[in-house]
C-alpha cells in the first residue's frame, strides 16, 4: 500500500483510463453515501487538485454531506489490466450553476443536460492497495450519452429545475442539499 500528499504521473494515466470511480461522503450524523460515476465528467487540474461534473440523479447526498462536512473520498479500480485501487482523500467546495466559477469550471466539461454542481477537490491523501479483489470485467458502452443525457435534455432547463425541487433539494436524511439558494 502506497501513501502519499498528492498524485503522481503514473496515477494520473491510470485515472485517466477509468471508466468508472466512486465518490464517498457523509455528514456529522445519518447515512454514508457511495455514488458511482461516470462519463466523461473528472477532469485533474494538478497533482492536488480534481474536478469533477455531477449531472442530475435521484438523489443529491454529496451536496448536502459537503454543507455539514467538508470532506470526501474518490476512489478508482482496475477492472482490466494490472490490478490497482486508488483512493483519493480531501475536501471539496460545492460549485453551482448560479456561482461565480461556474462558467469557468464547466468549460472544462462537454455540455451534458442535466448539469448540476461541479465538485472541486483540494487532495490531502493519496492511497493505492493491491485489486486483487476486483473483478475483471469487460467495458462495452457509456449508458449516459444514450439514455441519462437524452432523458434531461427532453425535461428541459425548467423541467430540470422541477425535479430538483421534487428530487433534490434535501438528502435522504432531510438536509438540506443548497441546490437553490438557501
Known sequence: MAIGPKLNGSLRRFIERQKLFFVATAASAGRVNVSPKG?????????????????TGSGNETAAHLRD????????????GDALILRIYG???????????????????????????IYDMTIDMVQTSCGTGVPIMEFKQDRG????????????????????ARKNAESIDGA??????D
Open 39 to 55: 462519463m466523461d465528467a473528472l477532469r485533474i487540474i494538478d497533482d492536488n487538485r480534481i474536478v469533477w461534473l455531477n449531472l
Open 69 to 80: 462536512v467538508n470532506r470526501m473520498t474518490l476512489m478508482f479500480c482496475a477492472f482490466e
Open 91 to 117: 475536501s471539496a467546495k460545492t460549485i453551482h450553476p448560479r456561482d461565480p466559477d461556474w462558467d469557468s469550471t464547466i468549460a472544462l466539461f462537454p455540455a451534458m443536460a442535466g448539469s448540476r454542481q
Open 145 to 164: 450519452p444514450d439514455e441519462l443525457l437524452p432523458y434531461y435534455a427532453d425535461m428541459g432547463e425548467d423541467g430540470v429545475k422541477d425535479y430538483w
Open 176 to 181: 438540506p442539499t443548497g441546490i437553490f439558494k
